[in-house]
């Protein structure tokens, strides 16, 4: 299956580069090993889409419960992804 997601710039940059090979995600979609996701950029500042995509494999993916990136009550509905790319 193909995933979408938007990407800042920021962690855009350090995926292309290798530099980050996990991504953190609200557990709000079905995601699985041998998954493709897409990360497409975008701008918050601008609030567009750049253009660029990057194509990775879901090598690994562990549902976790982690407060600091969400509202609670998102958290504690849905949990988050760690997925690992490659």
């Given at each position: 299956m193909e995933i979408r997601k938007k990407c800042?710039?920021?962690l855009f940059e350090k995926v292309k580069s290798g530099?980050?090979?996990a991504d953190v995600r609200l557990a709000d979609f079905d995601?699985?090993?041998?998954?493709?996701l897409i990360?497409?950029?975008f701008d918050p500042k601008t609030k567009t889409y750049t253009?660029?995509?990057?194509?990775?494999?879901?090598?690994n993916v562990n549902?976790?419960?982690l407060l600091d990136f969400h509202k609670p009550e998102e958290v504690r509905k849905?949990?988050?992804w760690i997925i690992e790319l490659s």
């Open positions: 800042w710039p920021d530099d980050k090979n995601i699985k090993e041998g998954d493709t990360l497409e950029e253009g660029r995509k990057l194509t990775k494999h879901v090598r549902k976790v419960q849905f949990g988050h």
